[in-house]
């Protein structure tokens, strides 16, 4: 039994989800997301709930299961209060200025880094946060970990675009040996 999936996902107010063949549709206050439910799983929508079902009992239907009603949580949430990822930029004369609706980073580059929004997806840049939000969680995943992968933190002095609740292991720079005078 999935623990996770047998549990119902409530409908708060001011959200719609309708279910049309096997698209699941949720549509509130930040957007509308759709979900395309595999044929393994059976999504019913009674008054202000959400159930999810498997069909049948194989192996392949339970790993579906918990993530089809975490995915359809995830879009209910995200269309009430939307999703938001934090990234820090680290480093001496390491800017995130925001352009437009993009966003501009120098990173230690000879070049400064453009940087253009996936659909469905706001940046926003205080001091040296930067602040990716948006209704899909997916997304708004993606966009923080593209723009984390334009200067990954390093090792040593942890510079670089970091999520805000990462933690950098570092490393231990060069020992100098010492100089002993030997006989």
Same mark, same amino acid.
């Given at each position: 039994?999935?623990?996770?999936?047998?549990?119902?996902?409530?409908?708060?107010?001011?959200?719609?989800?309708?279910?049309?063949?096997?698209?699941?549709?949720?549509?509130?206050?930040?957007?509308?997301?759709?979900?395309?439910?595999?044929?393994?799983?059976?999504?019913?929508?009674?008054?202000?709930?959400?159930?999810?079902?498997?069909?049948?009992?194989?192996?392949?239907?339970?790993?579906?299961?918990?993530?089809?009603?975490?995915?359809?949580?995830?879009?209910? *949430? %995200?269309?009430?209060?939307?999703? $938001?990822?934090?990234?820090?930029?680290? +480093?001496?004369?390491?800017? /995130?200025?925001?352009? #437009?609706?993009?966003?501009?980073?120098?990173?230690?580059?000879?070049?400064?880094?453009?940087?253009?929004?996936?659909?469905?997806?706001?940046?926003?840049?205080?001091?040296?946060?930067?602040?990716?939000?948006?209704?899909?969680?997916?997304?708004?995943?993606?966009?923080?970990?593209?723009?984390?992968?334009?200067?990954?933190?390093?090792?040593?002095?942890? *510079? %670089?675009?970091?999520?805000?609740? $990462?933690?950098?292991?570092?490393?231990? +720079?060069?020992?100098?040996? /010492?100089?002993?005078? #030997?006989?």
């Amino acid at each position: 039994m999935s623990k996770i999936g047998n549990l119902p996902v409530l409908i708060p107010q001011g959200v719609t989800v309708t279910k049309v063949d096997s698209d699941i549709n949720v549509s509130g206050p930040k957007g509308n997301l759709t979900f395309n439910v595999h044929p393994e799983i059976k999504v019913e929508i009674e008054n202000d709930k959400i159930k999810v079902i498997r069909k049948s009992e194989t192996k392949f239907a339970k790993s579906l299961h918990g993530l089809t009603r975490s995915i359809i949580a995830n879009m209910v *949430k %995200g269309v009430v209060d939307g999703h $938001e990822k934090v990234l820090e930029v680290v +480093g001496v004369g390491y800017r /995130a200025i925001k352009q #437009g609706d993009g966003l501009v980073l120098n990173v230690g580059y000879s070049h400064p880094v453009i940087i253009a929004p996936l659909s469905g997806v706001q940046l926003d840049t205080k001091e040296n946060k930067i602040i990716v939000t948006g209704a899909n969680k997916v997304i708004v995943g993606e966009m923080a970990a593209r723009i984390r992968r334009v200067r990954p933190p390093e090792p040593y002095k942890g *510079k %670089g675009i970091k999520y805000a609740d $990462e933690v950098i292991r570092r490393k231990a +720079g060069k020992t100098v040996k /010492a100089v002993g005078g #030997g006989a």
